[in-house]
């Protein structure tokens, strides 16, 4: 049986190589930050700034309103109430035929 071309592990090392390199390119080398081993006293300096960084992104986020949550939670009591009465029924049919087919398995 002939290998395929591409599956030798040669060929995915070079692909893999490849791929990094690309991905690799000048400024996203550049825009990733630099790891410094500051530890707890690093982690509480970084504490107001990532405070900062929360609020600004909670103020991107889009709320809905009053009338679409209540829209929306209706909507999904109702299809709760269409699934359980589609379960009700499909259990009630499951429920009858089992017990017509036990009937007359036992002759009763």
């Known amino acids: 049986m002939a290998r395929k071309p591409g599956k030798r592990p040669q060929a995915?090392?070079?692909?893999?190589a490849r791929?990094?390199?690309v991905m690799a390119t000048p400024s996203a080398v550049a825009a990733a930050p630099a790891k410094s081993g500051g530890g707890?006293?690093?982690a509480l300096a970084n504490t107001p700034k990532f405070f900062r960084e929360v609020r600004a992104e909670a103020r991107k986020?889009?709320?809905?309103?009053?009338?679409e949550t209540w829209i929306t939670s209706v909507m999904v009591a109702i299809m709760v109430v269409l699934a359980a009465l589609f379960?009700?029924?499909?259990?009630?049919?499951?429920?009858?035929?089992?017990?017509?087919?036990l009937k007359i398995a036992?002759?009763?």
């Open 106 to 108: 036992t002759g009763g």
């Open 87 to 101: 379960f009700w029924g499909v259990n009630t049919i499951c429920n009858f035929a089992i017990t017509f087919l």
């Open 61 to 67: 986020i889009t709320w809905t309103s009053r009338s």
């Open 12 to 16: 995915i090392r070079d692909r893999a």
């Open 19 to 21: 791929t990094a390199t």
């Open 40 to 42: 707890l006293i690093q």
